[in-house]
């Protein structure tokens, strides 16, 4: 039973365009929700996260948006650079459970 | 500054064989402490977690174990390994219940 989802397993973008990461669950207990990026071999590095009772948060390039009526989550990466080619995972927390999405690999072209 | 560190860094192990990782961290005290599995297709499986001494939550039904002989040591064993543990073993640990997560280096677990 997968709590959170998230449908696209790879994501091509242009460099310099927009990067939107999408993300779904199931729990409506979830109290926060997190996006975390990933590069091979190497464990995940936390990137931004939103409370359950807010619908955006901005940290530079990165904006988390939640929409709880639809239990929907997404991340926009603007610009994307070629850094930001990694594997992204969405993450939600709930009374100290931490449970990931599997993860969307996000390649940024030239 | 915290630190965590989890070793070792590669294993490759025949089925029916033990293990035993191991995770400490350092510059906290009482962290919740975290084991996921990445395996091919499956992201990052939440195995076991533990918000303090011998005090561990298993996620999972598997032949693996966790415990937590001290405050900030969390320890994933199995008596014997099956095919389907190979995988990328990360320990984490946390401080708030907001689900920032710090992770450790990963192991590399591969079961012949």
């Known amino acids: 039973d997968q709590q959170v989802k998230q449908n696209s397993p790879s994501l091509s973008v242009q460099e310099g365009r927009i990067s939107i990461l999408n993300c779904d669950y199931t729990n409506s207990m979830f109290d926060y929700f997190l996006w975390y990026k990933k590069y091979p071999a190497e464990g995940p590095t936390f990137l931004i996260s939103?409370?359950?009772?807010?619908d955006k948060n901005e940290d530079g390039r990165f904006t988390v948006f939640l929409n709880k009526s639809a239990k929907h989550l997404s991340l926009h990466i603007v610009p994307s650079q070629p850094g930001d080619s990694a594997v992204y995972f969405c993450?939600?927390?709930?009374?100290?459970?931490?449970?990931f999405g599997k993860g969307t690999r996000l390649h940024i072209l030239p | 500054s915290q630190t965590i560190h989890q070793w070792p860094a590669t294993l490759v192990q025949p089925v029916g064989s033990p293990l035993s990782l191991e995770c400490t961290v350092e510059g906290t005290s009482n962290p919740n402490l975290y084991w996921y599995r990445q395996a091919a297709g499956r992201g990052l499986q939440l195995l076991f977690y533990?918000?303090?001494?011998?005090?561990i939550s298993s996620e999972v039904p598997q032949n693996l174990s966790a415990s937590r002989p001290q405050d900030r040591q969390f320890i994933l064993s199995s008596k014997k390994l099956l095919l389907s543990d190979s995988g990328f073993y990360l320990c984490?640990?946390?401080?708030?219940?907001?689900?920032?997560?710090?992770f450790g280096e990963g192991s590399r677990l591969t079961v012949l």
């Open positions: 533990s918000i303090g001494i011998d005090q």
């Open positions: 984490a640990w946390s401080a708030r219940r907001t689900g920032e997560l710090f």
């Open positions: 939103i409370s359950s009772i807010k």
């Open positions: 993450a939600a927390s709930w009374d100290d459970k931490i449970i």
